[in-house]
């Protein structure tokens, strides 16, 4: 399987370029060129697989040989073990026809270990073949950057830098990175906000001689087509769950980045019958805004009570763009190109197509712990803000309720006490058993100052050679 560029000025890649690149070298996202399409019969056929047999089933089309199936395999098995509950991503019921797919039950505690576990590995295996050394640099505002060093940190030839904003992440997000020993996981805190490490990072991907020699840099956020790939899985373990494909399912989706709904997106495209998928945000709303009134327009960063969607632009919109567009690339390059300075529109027809695939709702905070109070209240069931906001929007939006809606739950209350106490429970929840102990583990962390050429030569100093 080949894969191309949004704005169609870079090379096609295979399987193993994607995963090893950032963004493509004309500033667009890599796709695949075309995408497996299953019928109902076969869909159906997978419903008794496993979590990891069906990722595998998935996941191969798009990995297309780069990896023995054989060898493959493993590497899914692998990536999925430690996951804290036997069916790994477990539907439960909230309501009548109203499901959550927990999504937290992972080592870090929400959905990014999803993508991040198997990443990991893969990029291991890939390395080891190819005899190559990269470094990871990411940005983190909390999730991404734990979920990273889990999934990298037993990677012999990866050496990964986490920076996060010094003091602006919450004790349990800064404990799960800075609690990981090893010479390879370096975290970084940046006397800068989270736009500050998200700046430096994106400056050094573009000019990487700062590297030692023969090093390059390896993304991991949602750009990663890898991390997407890894995420189309649950849309269909969930749909398999509650009795697609002889049903249609709805899916609501807390996003920020606008990764882990466009895999529902792919999903539907590769053959899950979805009714809905509903974009649920928090007031950090750039997506809301648009879908409502097809004006795309940066506002300033709110933070809010859930924090792992606060972000100002969309980076996966783009790949949403380039479909509704009939992926036409010229007009996704030239919507980028005018999006830095102003605000914009897209023509009525790609605007409907788009429209035809998403709903989408915007929750503020009061209403956030809101739907936390009364869910728990409902049912005693503890939700975190992300999945309260997903819960709500799939409230808000549901039109057809035969139709069951399934709901991410994408991290574990025990994140994010502070929503949890606001919404007027009396204790912070308790960490999972295999993190109790979190608070006592030994802490390694590096601040450094808002200074690019200091980080750079830290980087540099700790890459080990
Ligand atoms: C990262 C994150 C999200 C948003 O994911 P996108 O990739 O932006 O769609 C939602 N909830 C939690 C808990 C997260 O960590």
Redesign the pocket.
């Given at each position: 399987m080949k894969y191309i560029s949004t704005r169609g000025r870079a090379p096609e890649l295979s399987f193993e370029e994607v995963m090893l690149t950032g963004l493509a070298s004309d500033g667009g996202l890599y796709v695949p060129a075309e995408l497996p399409v299953y019928s109902t019969e076969e869909i159906a056929s997978w419903a008794n697989l496993s979590y990891p047999e069906l990722a595998f089933k998935i996941i191969a089309p798009f990995v297309d040989g780069a990896i023995p199936d054989a060898d493959l395999k493993v590497i899914i098995d692998d990536a999925y073990a430690d996951f804290r509950h036997p069916a790994v991503a477990p539907v439960v019921q909230l309501g009548h026809n109203e499901w959550l797919l927990e999504l937290f039950h992972g080592p870090t505690l929400?959905?990014?270990d999803f993508a991040l576990q198997l990443l990991g590995r893969l990029l291991d295996y890939v390395l080891i073949k190819r005899d190559q050394k990269v470094v990871i640099m990411g940005a983190t505002s909390?999730?991404?950057g734990s979920a990273a060093i889990e999934g990298c940190r037993r990677c012999e030839n990866i050496d990964i830098f986490i920076l996060h904003p010094h003091q602006r992440v919450s004790d349990v997000q800064r404990k799960q990175m800075t609690s990981v020993i090893s010479p390879k996981v370096h975290n970084i805190a940046v006397e800068g906000n989270f736009d500050d490490c998200q700046e430096m990072v994106k400056q050094s991907f573009a000019d990487q001689s700062f590297l030692p020699e023969g090093r390059q840099l390896v993304a991991v956020n949602?750009i990663n087509w890898a991390r997407i790939m890894a995420q189309i899985v649950y849309y269909f373990y969930a749909g398999l769950s509650v009795g697609a494909p002889h049903r249609k399912v709805s899916f609501s989706?807390?996003?920020?980045?606008?990764?882990?709904?466009?895999a529902g997106y792919l999903a539907k495209q590769m053959g899950l019958p979805v009714e809905q998928l509903v974009i649920a945000t928090n007031r950090n709303d750039i997506l809301h805004r648009f879908m409502s009134s097809n004006h795309y327009e940066k506002q300033q960063l709110e933070h809010t009570l859930?924090p792992?969607?606060d972000?100002m632009v969309?980076s996966?919109f783009e790949r949403a763009l380039f479909e509704c567009h009939e992926r036409d690339a010229a007009a996704v390059d030239s919507f980028m190109a005018r999006s830095r300075s102003e605000s914009l529109s897209i023509d009525d027809a790609s605007f409907t197509r788009l429209r035809e695939h998403f709903d989408s709702y915007a929750v503020s905070d009061q209403v956030t712990v809101d739907t936390i109070a009364q869910v728990f209240d409902e049912s005693e069931y503890l939700l975190?803000p992300?999945?309260a906001i997903g819960v709500k929007a799939a409230r808000e939006c549901w039109r057809d309720r035969s139709v069951p809606m399934i709901t991410l739950a994408?991290?574990h209350p025990a994140?994010f006490p502070e929503a949890i106490i606001k919404s007027g429970q009396e204790n912070e929840p308790a960490l999972p058993h295999h993190m109790a102990d979190l608070f006592e583990r030994e802490e390694r962390y590096t601040v450094l100052p808002k200074d690019l050429p200091q980080i750079q030569a830290f980087i540099d100093a700790q890459v080990v050679r």
């Open positions: 929400a959905f990014k909390g999730d991404t949602s989706v807390p996003t920020g980045n606008f990764g882990d709904i466009y859930s792992s969607m972000i969309s996966n975190d992300h999945s994408t991290a994140k």
